[in-house]
């Protein structure tokens, strides 16, 4: 079993819809849980992390950790064509040693 | 923000060649510097651990012998892919963890061909 699981996608959705990005993790010892964004050729950006159970939101952004389930999500509301990229979720238990899922292609449909 | 660097973000290489990879933080001193690989369409790899002063901690899989990372000093970390071969051709990115309240910042990348 791969430690952190994303779909891969691709996940289409139109322009001002929410989109939903899904993640889960192996290791319940666990600690922190990141949601990076990727453009093609570039470098992955922090979008969000969350530490405790429950949501979290900044902006059109929106985390969301259930570690009874090893479950985290980030949700995208008014999504727009910007925010079409691929979607790492990463997890750490300590040491910002990150793991990262395989990554959601996202694409927002103008 | 906090900036790292990563020189150069492209080389393309002959076979059998090495080729050296910096990761510089620019603005913050760090102790511990990651080093990534990343497939296309595949997501990033940890191959190693850098720490600043001593030996770099490899995952399990990645030839330390192959892969030299040297962290030097508290703002550089150098890659070095020794005999590279057309397999080893992939973007290789950086993160590096402020010694000072623990944020974790990512390079630009660099992307290797190797030919």
């Known amino acids: 079993q791969k430690e952190v699981e994303q779909n891969s996608g691709p996940l289409s959705v139109p322009e001002g819809a929410i989109a939903s990005l899904n993640c889960t993790y192996s290791d319940r010892g666990s600690q922190s849980f990141f949601w990076y964004r990727q453009y093609s050729g570039k470098s992955p950006e922090l979008i969000m992390f969350?530490?405790?159970?429950g949501d979290k939101e900044d902006g059109r952004f929106t985390a969301q950790l259930n570690k009874a389930s090893q479950y985290v999500s980030l949700l995208i509301r008014d999504s727009q064509p910007s925010d079409s990229a691929t979607y790492l979720c990463a997890v750490t238990g300590g040491a910002q040693k990150l793991v990262f899922g395989q990554g959601t292609r996202l694409t927002i449909n103008p | 923000g906090a900036v790292v660097s990563q020189h150069p973000s492209w080389v393309i290489c002959k076979s059998g060649t090495s080729v050296k990879i910096e990761c510089r933080s620019l603005?913050?001193?760090?102790?511990?510097m990651f080093w990534y690989r990343q497939f296309p369409k595949q997501s990033l790899m940890l191959m190693a651990t850098?720490?600043?002063?001593?030996?770099?901690?490899?995952e399990q899989g990645v030839e330390k012998d192959k892969f030299l990372i040297n962290h030097a000093s508290l703002t550089l970390s150098t890659l070095t892919v020794t005999s590279a071969h057309p397999e080893d051709s992939s973007f290789y990115i950086c993160?590096?963890?402020?010694?000072?309240?623990?944020?974790?910042?990512f390079g630009e990348g660099s992307r290797l061909t190797v030919l």
């Open positions: 603005d913050f001193q760090a102790t511990t």
């Open positions: 993160s590096a963890i402020n010694r000072i309240g623990g944020e974790l910042f």
């Open positions: 850098s720490n600043e002063g001593s030996k770099a901690t490899y």
């Open positions: 969350i530490y405790s159970n």
